[in-house]
């Protein structure tokens, strides 16, 4: 058996015991794969640890950056009271009409907003609009920018709340330090922000599974 089937067997293992997929799951799944949108979503092992995470938080404010099909936008959504409240910035108006269908599919809509346009656009804007601190941000959008996610989750967050940033081993080019590509100067930025940042405590998980070998960085607001 080969490394990545056996990747895939415990993944499917684990996900068909700990977190299977409901219909509504499923459904953001199909309709994300005919609409064409790349296959990039969360596995549902990770979509219920970003539920837990939200749970543990007692999370009633949450903030999505990149939304894609909505499937990891129901996981975190699902771990909110009834008056809580999600937004989920998506840069793709494509992205967004699949993700808000698969959303109210879920019965989500009422707690979860989407918004179109690029994160750096629209995160000021909602920063001007003086909303609650978010209890948990969820960064998994273009990798250049995540510094500058991490900057923008840090001025909507308090002290106690969660930044996780998705994606950040880069199937192990972030070890290249002499890098160019965008992607892996973004997540080293973001990393050394977290490291270096007073206001952060953080770490970094390498994780192996159905979407292959990747990781992502967890950090706490200290205040």
């Given at each position: 058996m080969s490394g990545t089937q056996l990747w895939d067997d415990v993944d499917f293992y684990f996900s068909s015991h700990l977190s299977p997929d409901d219909e509504a799951l499923q459904a953001a799944v199909r309709d994300s794969e005919a609409a064409q949108l790349p296959h990039i979503n969360v596995t549902a092992t990770q979509g219920k640890l970003l539920q837990l995470l939200a749970q543990i938080q007692d999370a009633r404010h949450i903030l999505e950056i990149g939304?894609?099909?909505?499937?990891?936008?129901?996981?975190?959504?699902r771990a909110l009271p009834a008056d809580g409240r999600l937004i989920s910035l998506e840069y793709?108006?494509?992205?967004?009409?699949?993700?808000?269908?698969?959303?109210?599919?879920?019965?989500?809509d009422r707690i979860v907003e989407v918004r179109v346009g690029?994160?750096?656009?629209?995160?000021?804007?909602?920063?001007?609009?003086?909303?609650a601190p978010f209890d948990l941000v969820f960064i998994d959008a273009d990798k250049v920018n995540n510094p500058h996610y991490v900057e923008w989750a840090l001025r909507l967050t308090r002290a106690g709340s969660l930044i996780i940033v998705d994606n950040v081993v880069r199937g192990g080019r972030v070890l290249n330090a002499g890098s160019d590509e965008p992607d892996v100067v973004g997540t080293r930025a973001a990393i050394e922000m977290i490291a270096a940042h007073p206001r952060l405590s953080g770490t970094a998980?390498?994780?192996v599974?159905?979407?292959?070998?990747?990781?992502?960085?967890?950090?706490?607001v200290l205040g």
């Open positions: 939304t894609l099909g909505g499937y990891s936008t129901i996981w975190l959504a793709s108006a494509k992205h967004a009409e699949v993700a808000t269908r698969n959303i109210a599919r879920a019965g989500l690029p994160a750096l656009e629209s995160l000021p804007k909602l920063a001007d609009e003086n909303p998980i390498q994780t599974g159905s979407k292959g070998y990747d990781g992502f960085a967890l950090a706490r």
